[in-house]
T-cell receptor
Framework: DTGVSQDPRHKITKRGQNVTFRCDPI?????LYWYRQTLGQGPEFLTY????????KSRLLSDRFSAERPKGSFSTLEIQRTEQGDSAMYLC???????????FGQGTRLTVV | AQRVTQPEKLLSVFKGAPVELKCNYS??????LFWYVQYSRQRLQLLLR??SRESIKGFTADLNKGETSFHLKKPFAQEEDSAMYYC??????????????FGKGTKLSVIP
């Protein structure tokens, strides 16, 4: 599968623990996005990278959230001191510079207990 | 602020009947509009975008700037069309805005 890859697919963690998710975009896609989707809602934008630069962050991205894309390839999203409200599907997407449509990964489903 | 509204959470139609999934948007500028689809246990994928003006799997969508709508239509529904459909908006690339704003989605169920 040469699409966007996310790992892990599922994560169950206790409240207060830290979690980290990984996203591998489609090769040569310069743009990488993180979205969050809760039950009954559409995906909500969290943050966006152009190569290794983080260019946009949503107000949804609290101080407990941090995202990196150190070499302009894969990206990680870390959530510190998880809360039950962080339970959601975390989606990664990528796109080439020349396009606005995004290609999505399968997502990582986080459950905070 | 940009907003996408999909008024129907669930739409059930019989096989062979016409389908219309509604989408209205709010954006102060010239947006790009998309329809994404998510089939059961599959990832979210692009169905069509307004600037392409093409038909994909028999679906079409016309951007109506006067009514700020981008409804998705298909003349004859098929069982394989059953899925979750999301309308999404992106600001113009000329504005340097690349994030997508999604509606809450409409679940289409095609009854055999």
């Amino acid at each position: 599968d040469t699409g966007v890859s996310q790992d892990p697919r599922h994560k169950i963690t206790k409240r207060g623990q830290n979690v980290t998710f990984r996203c591998d975009p489609i090769s040569e896609h310069n743009r990488l996005y993180w979205y969050r989707q809760t039950l009954g809602q559409g995906p909500e934008f969290l943050t966006y990278f152009q190569n290794e630069a983080q260019l946009e962050k949503s107000r949804l991205l609290s101080d407990r959230f941090s995202a990196e894309r150190p070499k302009g390839s894969f990206s990680t999203l870390e959530i510190q001191r998880t809360e039950q409200g962080d339970s959601a599907m975390y989606l990664c997407a990528s796109s080439p510079t020349s396009a606005t449509e995004a290609f999505f990964g399968q997502g990582t489903r986080l459950t905070v207990v | 602020a940009q907003r996408v509204t999909q008024p129907e959470k669930l739409l059930s139609v019989f096989k062979g009947a016409p389908v219309e999934l509604k989408c209205n948007y709010s954006y102060s500028g010239s947006p790009e509009l998309f329809w994404y689809v998510q089939y059961s246990r599959q990832r979210l994928q692009l169905l069509l975008r307004h600037i392409s003006r093409e038909s994909i799997k028999g679906f079409t969508a016309d951007l109506n700037k006067g009514e700020t709508s981008f409804h998705l239509k298909k003349p004859f529904a098929q069982e394989e069309d059953s899925a979750m459909y999301y309308c999404a908006l992106s600001g113009s690339i000329w504005a340097g805005s690349y994030q997508l704003t999604f509606g809450k989605g409409t679940k289409l169920s095609v009854i055999p």
